[in-house]
């Protein structure tokens, strides 16, 4: 790889309401790689539970730069894009690199994220799909992704149930 095609690395653009799709069409067609890692959950709709895919960081995209493409005035005036995030030194807000790289490994082909990998006993989570979506609970046991031992608070009292790894996040 030349100096001309080196990754600058990946920058935030804040969207405008419904302008993800939009500013993704438009991106492409410009050459800009971009990152919107998705994730399924499930809201209360009419007649019970639905899962609905939603954006990880809803109103925000992220976008690859070489310094071939180095050209922040047609990123910003994308379709769908308000403006490039910036920094307190007035550039562009770089996406730190281990960030970048820990997104791009956890997100699928189709911009899905994959399951949650590295649980511990005791650690916090949050419930984004099923019965429990919303609540809060603390891992007993993770012996396997797809079946995930928590402690979940059900009036006044502690009780264990089993959830597929997919359906938590970790909170920090």
């Known amino acids: 790889m030349n100096d001309r095609n080196e990754k600058l690395g990946w920058f935030v653009l804040q969207l405008k309401p419904n302008g993800l799709s939009l500013a993704r069409t438009h991106l492409a067609r ?15 709709a009419r007649y019970g539970l639905r899962t609905v895919r939603q954006p ?9 730069v070489t310094a071939r493409q180095i050209n922040w005035p ?14 307190t030194d007035g550039q562009p807000a770089r996406l730190p690199a281990d960030i970048a790289a820990g997104l791009l490994a956890i997100t699928t082909e189709d911009g ?5 990998a590295d649980l511990q006993t005791g650690d916090q989570v ?4 099923g019965p429990f979506a919303g609540w809060m609970a ?10 995930i031992q928590l402690l979940v608070d059900v009036m006044g009292r502690e009780t264990a149930v089993n959830i597929a790894g997919r359906d938590l996040e970790k909170r920090y």
């Open 74 to 87: 047609a990123a910003a005036n994308t379709r769908g894009v308000t403006r490039i995030v910036v920094g």
């Open 112 to 116: 899905m994220l994959g399951d949650v």
């Open 138 to 147: 603390k891992v007993v046991s993770a012996d396997t992704p797809d079946r």
């Open 56 to 64: 990880l960081f809803p109103g925000y995209l992220f976008f690859s």
């Open 30 to 44: 410009q050459g800009f790689l971009t990152l919107m890692p998705l994730r399924e959950v499930s809201q209360h």
């Open 126 to 129: 949050g419930v984004v799909n």
